[in-house]
């Protein structure tokens, strides 16, 4: 198997590329994520960041893949508050170019106190087909976790 994984930053750009290719007795394949963020800094005169994300997965494989994002565009914004509660928000949604299926995700942090943190993350699955099996499986399947963390 040879695995290839890049970044690259310039300025307010993140690059970042992660591509395998695998040979083995039973099918030969290759896949990849690749993609950008794009950050605009202080908006508004603000402490503010606000990163826009473009990805794009693809697996040759196909409906074989072991993976429900073998051709898929998401896209994304990454937010930082950059105050000194830490507090941070990503949300995404992952678009399968072949309607097989689509992912709504969110994670967002922040620290409560210097020792407690809390976490919120949720994932939402739309327009599933049969057709993608992994993502039809769980298409009742949303959810939304809390989680606290304590420090010490």
């Known amino acids: 198997m040879l695995k290839v994984c890049?970044?690259?930053?310039?300025?307010?750009?993140?690059?970042?590329?992660?591509?395998?290719?695998q040979d083995n007795a039973k099918k030969s394949f290759y896949a990849a994520t690749g993609g950008f963020e794009y950050t605009y800094v202080g908006i508004g005169d603000s402490m503010?960041?606000?990163?826009?994300?473009?990805?794009?997965?693809?697996?040759?494989?196909?409906?074989?893949a072991t993976t429900s994002f073998e051709n898929d565009l998401?896209?994304?914004?990454?937010?930082?508050?950059n105050d000194t509660a830490g507090t941070e928000l990503l949300a995404s949604l992952s678009y399968d170019l072949d309607n097989k299926g689509n992912v709504f995700r969110?994670?967002?942090?922040?620290?409560?106190?210097?020792?407690?943190?809390?976490?919120?993350?949720?994932?939402?699955?739309?327009?599933?087909?049969?057709?993608?099996?992994?993502?039809?499986?769980i298409r009742e399947d949303d959810f939304i976790r809390l989680q606290l963390f304590y420090y010490f």
């Open 74 to 81: 998401l896209l994304g914004l990454r937010l930082g508050v």
């Open 48 to 64: 503010i960041d606000l990163g826009i994300i473009t990805e794009f997965a693809y697996d040759d494989r196909g409906d074989e």
């Open 106 to 137: 969110f994670e967002t942090s922040r620290r409560i106190t210097d020792n407690i943190k809390v976490f919120l993350e949720g994932w939402v699955f739309f327009d599933t087909t049969p057709e993608d099996f992994l993502l039809y499986s």
């Open 6 to 21: 890049l970044l690259y930053t310039s300025g307010n750009w993140l690059w970042k590329l992660e591509a395998l290719y």
